[in-house]
């Protein structure tokens, strides 16, 4: 997932989650996406980074972004604070490889030492390949380390 402070510093991190579909190579990736873009369940693993974008190859999978291109992965672009509302702006994907839906989910957390980040939003969809999300509540409670999540 993608993370962003209210200060404008991005961070990206891997999502690990359980892999859909066979995993013949136990490597927490599905073997048909493996065979997809890589042609060979041998070149990747969930720890490996194919396109060096430092988005790790499960993530990849996950985001459905693609794991050959350095310029897909899931990040925050941009966000926007007026009074009491944050708007939250990143680049998504409607859907995964298998032309499966794809919705995101809004973090978000006080603290980043670890600490659990609860759910603001759900099955957030995407409106092309951009999607925003606006947080509106308490100044005080919007300056938050916001994540993003995608629900392959």
């Known amino acids: 997932f993608s993370s962003i402070s209210f200060e404008g510093t991005g961070e990206l991190d891997a999502f690990h989650a359980a892999a859909h579909g066979p995993d013949d190579d136990k490597d927490g990736i599905p073997d048909d996406w493996e065979m997809t873009f890589f042609k060979s369940l041998d070149r990747v ?7 060096h974008d430092g988005f790790p190859d499960i993530s990849e999978y996950l985001s459905g972004t693609d794991p050959l291109d350095e310029h897909s992965r899931l990040e925050i672009l941009d966000f926007t604070l007026e009074g009491d509302r ?12 298998e032309g ?12 980043v030492d670890g ?9 957030i969809r995407p409106d092309g ?9 308490d100044p005080e409670e919007i300056l938050s380390f916001y ?3 995608a629900n392959p």
């Not at 499966?100 to 603290?111: A, C, D, E, Q, T």
């Not at 659990?116 to 099955?123: G, K």
């Not at 390949?129 to 509540?137: A, H, I, L, R, S």
């Open 45 to 51: 693993a969930a720890d490996t980074d194919s396109d």
């Open 86 to 97: 944050l708007a939250i702006v990143w680049e998504a994907k409607s859907e995964n490889y």
């Open 100 to 111: 499966n839906p794809i919705s995101y989910n809004l973090i978000r957390s006080r603290h």
């Open 115 to 123: 600490s659990v980040m609860s759910p603001i939003a759900h099955e």
């Open 129 to 137: 390949v951009m999607c925003t999300y606006t947080v509106q509540g």
């Open 147 to 149: 994540s993003i999540q």
